[in-house]
Each structure stands twice: as C-alpha cells, then as structure tokens.
C-alpha cells in the first residue's frame, strides 16, 4: 500500500489550510490523499447553520418540511431535516476540499465523509487506513475560539496511531 495522508477538514479557515498543506505536502512525497469530514451526532454550532444559510441550504430543506400529526412526528422531521443539511454540507465541504487538494497539486485523492463523534472517527478511519501522518487544523468550527488547541485536536494528538501535524 502507497504512503498516505489523512487530512481531516471541517471547512473552516483552519481546516482550508490544513488540507493545502496537506495536498502540498502529499504532492511533494508523491503519496495518496483521504480527505475526510466528520457529521456529529449533535445539533450544529451557529456556525455551521451560518455556513448553510449562505448556501441556501436551509430554505431547501425548509421548504422540504412537512407537518406532522404530533408534537413528536414534527421533532423527528426536524431532526431528519437537520441530518439532511448537515450531510448536504458535509458533501459540500469534501467537494471543495478536494478541488482545494488538486489545485495544490494532489494526485491520488479520495474523500471520506463518517458521522460520529469528530477525534473519535478521525482515530477510527486513521486505524483502518495507516496513514503516514494525520494533518489537521488546530481548531474548527466549534464554540471556544480562544482555545490554543480546540478538543478535537488535542484528543486526536494525544491518541493518534502516527504523526500529527496540527496547522495553525
């Protein structure tokens, strides 16, 4: 099996850069590239919902909404809505991290979208593939934005099968 980098990307800035030096770097070693965003099982920070409404995701699924017989019916159909927009984006964010990769110069590049806990899936998917090396931002979309490192980072440093390369 050719080396490979796993680059793990949220579509935030932080993420952006990771995935350019990433698709740099696997240019340069001639190695493979897995692109891989993460869909968590909890409602989404306000700035992926601001992600959305800039992509008019949220008026499409809106729009797709239907009333329900019981209070309960109407909470599964939100949820079932709001899982559609977070993979919708999820599948945006790959498809322009990969085009991000190739104008980097990447060859060899595949996509990977998982749903789960974020450092937990990216740990997982660095099990199944043994890449040479995981490239990540320091931190995402996520609340605490004055962190040095955000928890997903740090958790995925700490517990990581290979060398992690955390770009600021």
């Known amino acids: 099996m050719p080396d ?9 800035d932080h993420g952006n850069r990771a995935v350019e030096q990433a698709a740099r770097l696997a240019a340069a070693l001639g190695t493979d590239l897995t692109i891989t965003h993460v869909v968590g099982h909890r409602h989404p920070d306000p700035e992926w919902r601001k992600m959305a409404e800039s992509e008019h995701m949220v008026e499409h699924f809106a729009q797709a909404d239907q009333p329900a017989m019981s209070d309960f019916l109407v909470r599964a159909d ?15 964010v790959l498809a322009q991290a990969l085009q991000r990769a190739r104008d ?4 060899g590049v595949r996509t990977k979208m998982c749903t789960g ?18 490239v990540m931002g320091h931190r995402g979309l996520g609340r605490f934005r004055g962190a040095l490192l955000g928890s997903v980072s740090q958790k995925v440093l700490h517990h990581a099968p290979c060398p992690v390369l955390i770009v600021p």
């Open 78 to 92: 939100r949820d079932v809505n709001e899982s559609q927009l977070m993979s919708a984006l999820g599948e945006q």
């Open 104 to 107: 980097c110069g990447a060859r």
């Open 4 to 12: 490979r980098i796993l680059v793990a990307t949220d579509g935030s």
């Open 117 to 134: 806990d974020y450092a937990d899936e990216i740990l997982d998917l660095a099990e199944a593939l043994d890449p040479t090396m995981i």
